[in-house]
């Protein structure tokens, strides 16, 4: 079990690191741009961004119970279709998606794709042991400080 939870938490951080670096640093200007063209203000707010959080862990949850279920590349691909496909498909429906990104989105999001599967790979191999350390060293960490 903390094996799973230990996965389920560096996906997450994984994705979430992917997602802010692509939205916030590369892309954030085509969103604005995008919002602007439409006369609405591009949703920026702590709750917004919380939100964007919890769908990072969401995913990253998929991809560990996938990973349990199916092959490398089946699970990239199911996991690439259910989380980013279906969620461009609903902005675009919405009409807020700026298109014009999706050339570099897409492999950017296959790259994430397939580090967090990666992740899950590796990190269901570790030894129970060596988990339990970890998190003996985190509890120490929070617990003294």
Request: aromatic share 14%; charged share 15%.
């Amino acid at each position: 079990m903390k094996r799973k939870i230990l996965t389920f938490i560096l996906a997450g951080l994984w994705i979430s690191l992917s997602e802010f670096v692509r939205n916030e640093l590369l892309f954030k200007t085509y969103w604005i741009e995008k919002h602007e063209s439409l006369g609405i203000q591009f949703p920026s707010s702590t709750l917004n961004n919380i939100a964007w959080g919890v769908w990072s862990f969401l995913v990253a949850a998929l991809i560990v119970y996938l990973s349990a279920k199916l092959k490398k590349p089946e699970n990239i691909i199911v996991s690439w279709l259910f989380a980013f496909v279906l969620m461009w498909f609903v902005i675009g429906n919405m009409n807020v998606l700026p298109f014009k990104l999706l050339i570099f989105a897409i492999p950017l999001i296959l790259i994430e794709v397939v580090v967090a599967v990666l992740i899950c790979q590796k990190f269901s191999k570790i030894k129970a042991t060596v988990i339990s350390n970890v998190f003996k060293n985190i509890q120490h960490i929070v617990l003294n400080h």
